[in-house]
């Protein structure tokens, strides 16, 4: 059998030690001088027919011959019918997790080779297309009365949100190997109601269940009391970000590989036959007899999945106890706040484009007359543009003469970003300009352009939020607005964000809340006693640790500049931050040099004051260091692998991670608690309330003006519940700011409408 390994380049990787069978070696570009391998640089001679198999060894390799951009997901498996994908073993030297996946991807390859394992694919006899009630009703008579007490179901939809398109069907598996996709044509009153049945009998399967359940209940108000989520599940076991799709997964979990191989190259074909972008491509043109069989394989693959995923969860009880009270009650309750909506006043929305827009050009104007920036022009004989990185390097540098900062693009050219600019503002107007340009047509051109066209008819903007999306369980969000991303410094974007008569927008914010739980988890009395204390906590920290005279209200007139030290040291350790970075920290918010001597010495006594913070952070690095992971309050497990590696630098960054993670995802978890409970609240009340958002710490309402009180205490009290991590006494802080809009009346105040 002749297989074939390609490189980038040739490499000192002895192939013979991994794999029993012979290989010819290649490699794209056979200059070994080379750095960075181009399109140019490749030189590769090989009949690839010649082969039965072709491994492909790291990303270059990987695109060049299959056209996607991720070995990683293909890792050890078929990609194309004759090319397998692997990891460049190189990277097992600076990040140890690599390992375990490079072994892994050599023994699934030489059992490819071998002919051991096998790419399978399922037929029409397994999978098939239904497009008639009766035999609809027959399949749904048979998934009721399986045994098994679960039913993966897919949903087919023209839109990715709800109220933007219609559902075109639905997919079901309740049996191994064989599922179907159903036309929702098919469906009648019957068929609902024997769905409905089912759906109430059986615990229903989902991947991405926020979505389907989105579309399964707005297009046919069914109810799901019972539902699991294979993508959630495996988040339990990998909680990095972007590794979770059912494609991936079934990739790397089933026989079936990339099932969808041949529906993407009918889409692409398509594209190119009517002029269509990729983008722009949407599944209501795939024609159904098309469309059956990989859709049937969506619920085919998810019920493998939640076959192969619910036992090892169940086993761990922390893992479990995060999956179905964070995740999966999760899911119920952003579903609800997604479908509230983030209530948007579109008349402010069109004023702050206009005035933004008139600001942008105003700006603009005012850049040219910049004598610099005239003599740039003259020598170049053309129109400076802002917008050019090339130009703009050229201006600061060898036209003001300005010192780069120190910070290269990946190029290794001087960066011009926004750090950057912000720095050397201080020496010169023009860079000061530029950045205050760049922020106001990021203001329009990301939030007013996009939300503007984005409002549904009741003028509220319906995005996404996930509770996959970062390693620390902090939601994220995405789609059609990220919420965790509005402009903090320019009131326009949440000016915007207005409750509509009668109501009021409450915003409830926790306070010095991941602190709080590291003064917990460290049992540290005296960090402790800083929060019984209730007075302004940086303040009270700064008194206790640099031992300020007077008393605790008085330190924010007479001591600004201690009252930030301590603030920076505090988040700084939280962090892992060092005496150059918390250094660097204070010296920006202050605008006073803070050595990095003066920031080792504010540390040594913050650890003085508080000497169980010392020995927890020190206790729980050692933890990190010997084995590679910890467990957060709640359960939630963060693996560091890395912790592992030579490179220090990698190591070092690992702990830090490992760290933050047990004070950060607590923090978040008593805010993600606090709303599940309070959401289910305001059902069983009826009360006038709708939570539209959680932005960071911060839990967003629209509420009824006369109740506004009432739901601030309630949401109080389930926001302090005793969760097995509270200082007696002296429950986690909660603001409440209420207003008629998110910036708190600073839109007012700055455009006067």
């Known amino acids: 059998m002749a297989v074939a390994i390609i490189e980038t380049k040739m490499s000192s990787t002895n192939w013979d030690r991994y794999f029993d069978f012979e290989v010819d070696r290649y490699a794209l570009c056979s200059n070994s001088s080379i750095k960075k391998v181009l399109k140019k640089d490749v030189d590769i001679e090989i009949d690839t027919d010649a082969y039965e198999w072709l491994i492909l060894v790291g990303s270059e390799a990987f695109k060049m011959y299959t056209k996607k951009t991720s070995v990683t997901e293909f890792n050890g498996k078929v990609c194309d019918s004759k090319f397998l994908g692997l990891i460049n073993p190189a990277m097992i030297k600076f990040k140890p997790e690599a390992k375990t996946e490079f072994e892994r991807a050599v023994e699934s390859i030489s059992k490819y080779v071998s002919g051991e394992l096998k790419q399978e694919r399922l037929g029409e006899d397994k999978c098939y297309g239904i497009t008639e009630t009766s035999d609809l009703m027959i399949y749904l008579n048979k998934a009721l009365a399986d045994k098994k007490d679960y039913v993966a179901l897919d949903s087919e939809t023209s839109a990715l949100y709800c109220r933007d398109g219609y559902m075109l069907g639905f997919s079901m598996s309740y049996e191994a190997n064989h599922g179907v996709y159903v036309d929702c044509e098919a469906i009648d009153e019957e068929a609902e109601a024997l769905m409905q049945k089912i759906f109430d009998t059986k615990r229903i399967v989902f991947h991405n269940s926020k979505f389907d359940l989105q579309w399964f209940e707005y297009h046919f108000n069914f109810k799901f009391p019972r539902f699991e989520d294979t993508m959630l599940m495996h ?41 269509i972008l990729k983008g722009d491509f949407s599944y209501d043109l795939i024609p159904f007899e098309v469309m059956k069989t990989y859709a049937a394989m969506d619920a085919v693959v998810t019920l493998l999945l939640f076959e192969k995923f619910e036992a090892p969860l169940k086993s761990n009880d922390k893992l479990y106890w995060v999956y179905k009270n964070l995740l999966i009650e999760g899911v119920r309750f952003l579903k609800d706040a997604e479908s509230n909506g983030v209530p948007f006043d579109k008349t402010r929305l069109e ?15 005012e850049l040219y007359k910049f004598p610099e920036v005239k003599a740039y022009e003259k020598a170049k004989g053309s129109d400076f543009n802002p917008n050019s990185t090339v130009q703009l390097r050229e201006l600061l540098f060898d036209y003001l003469n300005l010192t780069p900062t120190g910070k290269k693009t990946g190029t290794g050219a001087h960066s011009t970003d926004a750090e950057v600019l912000g720095q050397l503002a201080e020496e010169h107007e023009v860079p000061k300009h530029i950045l205050e340009i760049r922020q106001k047509v990021k203001i329009k051109s990301t939030y007013l352009d996009k939300i503007i066209p984005n409002l549904d008819r009741d003028s509220r903007l319906r995005t996404n939020f996930n509770l996959h999306g970062t390693t620390s369980g902090r939601l994220s969000s995405s789609g059609k607005l990220n919420m965790q991303q509005l402009p903090r410094d320019n009131p326009t974007v949440k000016g915007c964000i207005k409750a509509k008569e009668g109501y009021k927008i409450v915003a409830m914010d926790l306070t010095t809340a991941e602190v709080y739980c590291a003064a917990i988890l460290a049992k540290d009395v005296g960090l402790q006693n800083v929060f019984k204390s209730g007075g302004n906590f940086h303040s009270t920290i700064a008194k206790q640790v640099f031992r300020l005279p007077g008393e605790v209200e008085d330190v924010a007139e007479f001591y600004p500049a201690k009252r930030q030290q301590a603030k920076a040291v505090t988040f700084g350790i939280m962090y892992g931050a060092g005496p150059k970075k918390i250094s660097e920290q204070v010296t920006k918010d202050s605008g006073e040099y803070f050595s990095p001597l003066q920031a080792k010495e504010v540390i040594d006594d913050y650890f003085e004051a508080f000497p169980k913070l010392k020995e927890w952070l020190d206790n729980t690095q050692k933890f990190i260091q010997a084995n590679g992971y910890v467990y957060s309050h709640f359960g939630r497990k963060r693996r560091l692998p890395n912790v592992f590696s030579k490179d220090k630098g990698i190591a070092s960054h690992e702990v830090r991670s490992g760290v933050n993670a047990l004070v950060q995802s607590v923090s978040s978890d008593i805010n993600l608690l606090g709303a599940i409970d309070m959401q289910k609240h305001i059902i069983a009340t009826g009360m006038d309330a709708k939570i539209f958002a959680l932005v960071h710490d911060s839990v967003l309402a629209e509420v009824k003006e006369e109740i506004v009180e009432e739901y601030s205490a309630k949401l109080k009290e389930v926001i302090q519940k005793d969760r097995g991590l509270m200082i007696p006494g002296a429950p986690v802080g909660c603001d409440f700011d209420v207003a008629e809009d998110y910036s708190l009346g600073k839109f007012e105040k700055l455009y006067g409408i």
């Open 351 to 365: 004023f702050g484009q206009k005035r933004m827009n008139e600001d942008i050009n105003k700006a603009v104007a």
């Open 235 to 275: 988040y339990m076991f990998d909680e990095q970000p972007g590794k979770h799709g059912l494609k991936q997964l079934a990739i790397k979990h089933t026989p079936y590989g990339d099932y969808e191989q041949e529906l993407d190259q009918w889409r692409e074909s398509y594209c190119k036959t009517h002029g």
